[in-house]
């Protein structure tokens, strides 16, 4: 008796998961087939346009770039040497130091000179106690904030709160921009006035070769697992965001590389403190918040404003990015759950958020125990073989297929990789990264779920190690 | 398809096997295909990124030779083959954009001359990015030679051409500013600040025109604060000082009569930048007074900022009590007005939640006046670069 109720839950479950795995690849290679006619738009589109134009010519608005810093000794140094040096008319640097236990305060005081200043507030959504604003002597455009630790959103409602800018642009303090990288971004919003948010791409910098915080050589990481995070960011954003962005329902902009308008995001109410997930839980936020008002709006993904940044070499370090990514996605999801379904949000109720609801936030529990469910089904011979075996060839090859179609896209669009031997990688890693490393993010997410369950609301300790102040690794297999 | 089920030895498979073993069969296609697609659009790309870098190359060093006198301009035109024109035409046009010598830049567009009636052709008859590039190159290259096509371009359908052909028209004052103020409909999509910049760029003759539309009350209220703000811009530039008087009772004329939230705030920037004595007349301050009570933080900091700059000594409590406003940005931007006046600047950082009020702050802070820095006027402080 038991043993037939078990079978019967399991047959239910596996109709569950082949339900889940059509519905998933079948939105991904339909944001795949989006995101190839939009790129191919997109890289006419750039013919017509000269970044360059738009400095000559005036008119792009002042922006401030919000870098949140908690400990980040290892990398705020070469990233802001990157951001001190952009090709952007106006632009000014608020750097929040939160609560660092580190010696990135004192380091930056040392390297920029940095001397008390003045600086009005514009909103009032921080919480934390400012302990001090300075400026720097030896370049002007750059302002620190020191603060009591509050976390990242909070670091980044400081910043905004002494932003006095109408577009600002939040930035992970371990993160290279491409010197035209602003400028690329704001044309988003110079083109369409009703633009309140666009987001970049970011790009992995282990591997490459940087020179004053800026790229020199785009090649792929030594380690494997950095080298198929190459290929899952190419996927995410170029085959998965573009394909979003071009369907009006695009639900995250990266925290890592974003802009957005001040205004808008200081009356939706600046970054919320209680999601680990803070870009995605903002992006949301925007989205009812403009609905709610019905003002027209536009929230975009711009493929080529390029942030390099750096990824986790250790699988326990990589584990813990994405159980907070996963928690940080159903925080937010849970914030708003009334948009679920909720025709009032058009699009956005009806499409973006019941997949990101069913496909993303809870996908990773069936794909997790879809795995144990077949292990248990052949253990027992509760399933034919045979049927297992194809299923597991059709999940591999939709995996491959997808993954080659994101290699295929950055080929059509901006080919960073020019190396041969790196295109012939990531032609590899397509295929390889279906054999345990996918696996491997989906223990990671389930554990995010459970977690997040669980109500866990902590970042977890960061590890990085400065990949864009470490010259040695390149050169010598370049030459 | 029976005989290929019995080859497979899936004739007796269920119909959920079947399913999936085509499902698996057709990913395994899209698999390939998508391989075979991105290895050979990368053949194609090299092969076309090494042809590009050689023929530039090769036109590098002949226009090299060219500047040198010790070749003549046909040798270029020798060597450029019928399919590789819009590629030398490419290749002259970002020289041109790149170089600064005079001489040079002329050079190019002499040595493009001969090849520019492709790209007439393409600016009529091309896709919305061919004939917004081609319109963009033939006012780099072609410059006034290109006017009939850059007027044709304004009227374009597609806002990206008609904006490209704006700007190519502002470049090179293919004429008045009116021909973009009669299409300003056209550039509805563009941020206001590229619009304000644009027109601005066309200085002091512009500004008769600018205010006959600010005026007009059949111009939509986008149109007017653009024209506003384009007015401010040239004020506070030091251009179109002229009718300065007549400017600022226009905008408290409009500040009066408007509701529309963003021509109120741009008419109370261009009330603020128009240059005069302090305080300004009674009607000025009255409409201006008003509106420090406004709904909206914009318009209410805006209100308070201008009102710090034109009021009189009553006028100057009223911004006092705005710094206590709830609103912080109004707050700052009435502590901003009075350290502007420079009389009170004590009570100015009574004021603001300021950290650590010692010398160094009260000179930041009489620095960041006098750049009369705004975020909603597009500038902070360091000041306009």
Redesign the interface.
């Known amino acids: 008796m038991l043993i037939d109720v078990a079978w019967t839950a399991l047959v239910v479950f596996h109709m569950v998961v082949l339900l889940y795995f059509v519905v998933l690849n079948g939105y991904y290679f339909a944001t795949s087939i989006m995101s190839f006619r939009a790129l191919r738009q997109y890289s006419?589109?750039l013919?017509?346009v000269?970044t360059?134009?738009l400095i000559r010519?005036?008119?792009?608005?002042?922006v401030?770039i919000l870098v949140p810093a908690y400990n980040e000794a290892n990398t705020c140094l070469d990233a802001l040497s990157s951001l001190l040096d952009l090709e952007y008319?106006?632009y000014?640097i608020l750097f929040v130091n939160d609560g660092s236990t580190d010696d990135t305060f004192e380091m930056l005081r040392r390297e920029y000179q940095l001397?008390?200043?003045?600086?009005?507030?514009?909103?009032?959504l921080s919480r934390t106690q400012?302990?001090?604003?300075y400026?720097s002597a030896t370049h002007?455009?750059l302002w620190v904030i020191d603060k009591e630790n509050g976390g990242k959103s909070d670091a980044l409602n400081v910043a905004l709160?002494y932003?006095?800018?109408?577009l600002f642009c939040s930035l992970d303090a371990d993160t290279a921009l491409e010197r035209d990288a602003l400028l690329r971004l704001c044309r988003s919003?110079?083109?369409?006035?009703?633009t309140i948010a666009a987001g970049g791409i970011v790009r992995v910098a282990n591997g490459s070769t940087f020179k004053d915080g800026h790229i020199r050589n785009v090649r792929l990481p030594r380690s494997l697992l950095a080298q198929f995070q190459v290929v899952e960011y190419l996927r995410a954003f170029l085959a998965g965001r573009m394909g979003w962005s071009a369907a009006g329902v695009l639900l995250i902009v990266s925290g890592a590389f974003g802009m957005y308008r001040?205004?808008v995001v200081v009356a939706a109410g600046g970054y919320s403190t209680r999601s680990v997930g803070e870009d995605m839980e903002l992006i949301v936020r925007l989205h009812r918040y403009m609905r709610e008002r019905k003002r027209p709006y536009h929230v975009g993904f711009v493929p080529d404003p390029v942030a390099w940044t750096e990824v986790p070499e250790s699988l326990r370090v990589l584990a813990r990015q994405r159980d907070r990514w996963q928690r940080g996605l159903l925080q937010s999801l849970a914030a708003h759950r009334s948009m679920l379904f909720n025709p009032k949000y058009g699009r956005i109720g009806m499409v973006a958020y019941p997949y990101f609801w069913i496909m993303e936030g809870f996908g990773p529990v069936i794909e997790f125990l879809g795995y144990v469910a077949f292990a248990v089904a052949i253990i027992f011979g509760w399933a034919?073989p045979?049927?297992i075996v194809?299923?597991m060839?059709?999940a591999i090859?939709?995996g491959?297929?997808l993954s080659?179609?994101a290699?295929?896209l950055e080929?059509?669009s901006f080919?960073r990789y020019t190396s041969?031997s790196d295109?012939a990688r990531l032609?590899l890693l397509s295929v390889f990264e279906n054999f345990g490393y996918r696996q491997y993010l989906a223990f990671a997410r389930f554990r995010g779920v459970i977690l997040a369950m669980r109500g866990r609301r902590t970042w977890g300790a960061q590890e990085r190690r400065g990949v864009m102040s470490r010259p040695a690794e390149q050169p010598a297999r370049a030459a | 398809m029976d005989r290929l089920l019995v080859l497979t030895g899936l004739s007796e498979a269920s119909p959920a096997l079947l399913a999936v073993v085509i499902s698996t069969a057709i990913m395994f296609a899209a698999a390939l295909t998508f391989l075979v697609a991105a290895a050979r659009l990368r053949r194609s790309n090299s092969r076309k990124a090494a042809l590009w870098a050689r023929l530039e190359m090769n036109w590098g060093a002949t226009i090299d030779c060219i500047s040198r006198g010790s070749a003549g301009e046909e040798e270029l035109h020798r060597r450029v083959r019928g399919a590789d024109r819009a590629v030398l035409v490419d290749y002259l046009y970002k020289s041109s954009l790149r170089e600064e010598r005079p001489a040079r830049r002329a050079m190019y567009h002499r040595l493009a001359e001969p090849y520019l009636g492709v790209l007439e052709e393409r600016a009529r008859t091309g896709d919305i990015w061919q004939r917004a590039r081609a319109v963009r190159t033939l006012g780099e290259l072609a410059g006034d030679e290109a006017a009939p096509i850059i007027l044709a371009a304004l009227e374009d359908d597609a806002p990206h051409v008609a904006m490209t052909a704006a700007r190519e028209y502002t470049r090179l004052r293919l004429g008045g500013v009116e021909a973009l103020l009669d299409r300003l409909d056209r550039y509805r999509t563009w941020d206001r600040r590229l619009l304000r910049s644009m027109l601005a760029s066309f200085g002091a003759a512009a500004a008769p025109q600018l205010r006959v539309r600010l005026e007009n009350e059949a111009q939509p209220a986008y149109a007017r604060a653009v024209c506003a703000d384009a007015l401010a811009d040239l004020l506070r530039d030091g251009v179109a000082t002229a009718a300065s008087v007549a400017t600022a009772d226009l905008a408290a004329t409009v500040l009066q009569r408007e509701e529309d939230v963003d021509l109120l705030a741009a008419s109370l920037r261009l009330l603020q930048a128009t240059p005069g004595p302090t305080p300004r007349p009674a009607s000025q301050r009255e409409a201006v007074r008003r509106l420090c009570h406004a709904e909206n933080d914009v318009v209410r900091g805006q209100a308070v900022a201008c009102l710090a700059r034109i009021g009189d000594e009553d006028d100057l409590t009223l911004v006092d009590r705005s710094l206590a406003d709830l609103s912080p940005w109004v707050a700052r931007s009435a502590s901003l007005g009075l350290a502007m006046r420079n009389d009170l600047m004590d009570t100015s950082i009574r004021g603001v939640p300021v950290l650590a009020p010692d010398p160094l702050v009260i000179a930041g802070m009489g620095a960041e006046a006098e750049d009369g820095s705004d975020a909603d006027d597009g500038v902070f402080p360091g000041g306009r670069k």
């Open positions: 006419r589109s013919q017509a000269d360059e134009d010519f005036g008119g792009a608005p002042p401030s008319p106006e000014e001397q008390p200043g003045y600086r009005g507030r514009t909103s009032d400012v302990r001090g604003i400026q002007p455009r709160d932003c006095q800018t109408p919003f110079l083109e369409n006035g009703d001040r205004e034919a045979e049927f194809a299923f060839l059709l090859f939709s491959i297929a080659l179609a290699v295929g080929e059509l080919r041969r295109f032609l």
